[in-house]
Every structure is written in structure tokens, then in C-alpha cells.
């Protein structure tokens, strides 16, 4: 066995009512049912000749759970196809660029350009999503996450309803615990009992957030996994 352990951490930048904590703040994260046709986009200065973007970095699974990473040469806004059809991508961001070192705007990773696998949002080099599916060969336990929340446009107190949720292959969600964030308190919590909260090859995770007062509010999540790979 060695050991596997990943921090994951996304932002929803503008909370109304009910989504998935990352960047795009759309509502519910798309988990695929199938891994298809996959392509990047980004704009029209991402080229390897220019001062954008170069290339950018796909983390993610194949159908069977197999860990893939493949590296893209963007062509601006002509949409590239990826070698592998990905089934999940769990995170993306830039491996090269220009002068501006970073990404001035959106860039997008599709299933047949329909439906945001992972988007690495303007000057952030890498995607923002508290979204994460298991590999297959897999096992573990989330020890940690937190979450805070603030309204940066008016002093009115914002107060979220977060809860930390799980997904087995051909289940539904389930909620493993639930909290408070807003501009008052923070959350911070990690789990004394490994084990508290196993999870298994597949498993879809994510942090689901509700607006609970008011809404236009941003939130920031994350988790930690600490977990084995079997490799006998």
C-alpha cells in the first residue's frame, strides 16, 4: 500500500440559494454518467505564440477510475480535443503561458462542449472546485474540512448553511455533517476518528452551500482526504 492524500478547496462567488461550492456558481457541479469527447477553450490570446495561456493541465479519471493527466495546447477560442475521453476531471490549471504568467480570462473544459467539467476562472492559474471523485483502487477517509462566507458589498451579515456530502456508484447524495459559515464565524472542523467519515474508489464528493438570510454572497470551501492506495 502507500498512502494518498488530497486538499481540495473551491469558491462560489455568488450565492443566491442553493449550489455547489465552485467557480462556476451555477448550481450543482456536473458528475458525467459516462466519460465522453473532451476539449478546452480559452480566449482568443491563448495560444503558445502569444502572451496568454500556452497549455493547461487536466487531472481527472478515465471510465474505469484509472487516474489521468493530460496536457493541452490551447488554441485560442477554437476548441482542442483531448486524447482521453475523461470520465471525471478533478483539477485543472495552467502549465504554461506567456508574459502574463497567469490566465486573464476563462477557461473552460467540456464534454463536447456542453456541460463544465472544470473551468480555471480569470487570474487564478487553477480551478476552484470543492468537488472531488475518488480514484479507483482508492480508500481513505475525509479528516478535515471548512468553509467560510462573507457579503463584500454591504455590511449586512451573511450566514450560509453548508453540508459536506457523499455519493457511493448508483446511489444518491448523503450528508456526512453540516454547519454554519458567514461573516460572524468561520468553519474549521477535523474529525478525531479516522474513519469518522470512510470513503471508497468512486465516491463522488462535494460541499454543498445554502444562503440562508440574504443572497449575492461568496463562499469558500474545502476538505482534506488522507487515504491508502493498494498496490499489491
Given at each position: 500500500m502507500s498512502n494518498f492524500f488530497v486538499n481540495k478547496f473551491g469558491r462560489a462567488g455568488d450565492v443566491d440559494a442553493v449550489l455547489d461550492v465552485y467557480d462556476v456558481s451555477t448550481g450543482s457541479y456536473e458528475f458525467p454518467t459516462v466519460a465522453t469527447s473532451t476539449q478546452v477553450v480559452?480566449?482568443?490570446?491563448?495560444?503558445?505564440?502569444?502572451?496568454?495561456?500556452?497549455?493547461?493541465?487536466?487531472?481527472?479519471?478515465?471510465?474505469?477510475?484509472?487516474?489521468?493527466?493530460?496536457v493541452a495546447t490551447l488554441n485560442g477560442t477554437t476548441p482542442v480535443v483531448m486524447t482521453n475521453s475523461f470520465y471525471r476531471v478533478n483539477r485543472m490549471f495552467v502549465k504554461a503561458s506567456g508574459a502574463t504568467n497567469i490566465n486573464s480570462g476563462q477557461i473552460r473544459c467540456t464534454h463536447s462542449g456542453?456541460?463544465?467539467?472544470?473551468?480555471?476562472?480569470?487570474?487564478?492559474?487553477?480551478?476552484?472546485?470543492?468537488?472531488?471523485?475518488?480514484?479507483?483502487?482508492?480508500?481513505?477517509s475525509i479528516v478535515s474540512w471548512r468553509a467560510d462566507a462573507a457579503r463584500e458589498a454591504t455590511q449586512v451579515?451573511?450566514?450560509?448553511?453548508?453540508?459536506?456530502?457523499?455519493?457511493?456508484?448508483?446511489?444518491?447524495?448523503?450528508?456526512?455533517?453540516?454547519?454554519?459559515?458567514?461573516?460572524?464565524?468561520?468553519?474549521?472542523?477535523k474529525f478525531s476518528t479516522k474513519g469518522a467519515i470512510a470513503i471508497e474508489p468512486l465516491m463522488d464528493i462535494r460541499v454543498r452551500v445554502t444562503a440562508v438570510n440574504t443572497n449575492n454572497g461568496t463562499v469558500s470551501a474545502g476538505f482534506e482526504i488522507d487515504g491508502f492506495r493498494d498496490i499489491r
Open positions: 480559452g480566449l482568443a490570446n491563448d495560444i503558445p505564440s502569444s502572451d496568454g495561456v500556452h497549455s493547461v493541465q487536466i487531472e481527472g479519471l478515465l471510465a474505469n477510475g484509472t487516474e489521468v493527466t493530460e456542453s456541460g463544465t467539467l472544470a473551468m480555471i476562472s480569470p487570474l487564478e492559474g487553477q480551478t476552484l472546485q470543492a468537488c472531488y471523485t475518488l480514484p479507483a483502487g482508492i480508500r481513505g451579515a451573511f450566514q450560509t448553511s453548508l453540508r459536506l456530502q457523499t455519493r457511493k456508484v448508483g446511489e444518491t447524495w448523503r450528508t456526512r455533517d453540516s454547519a454554519l459559515a458567514g461573516n460572524t464565524n468561520s468553519l474549521d472542523r
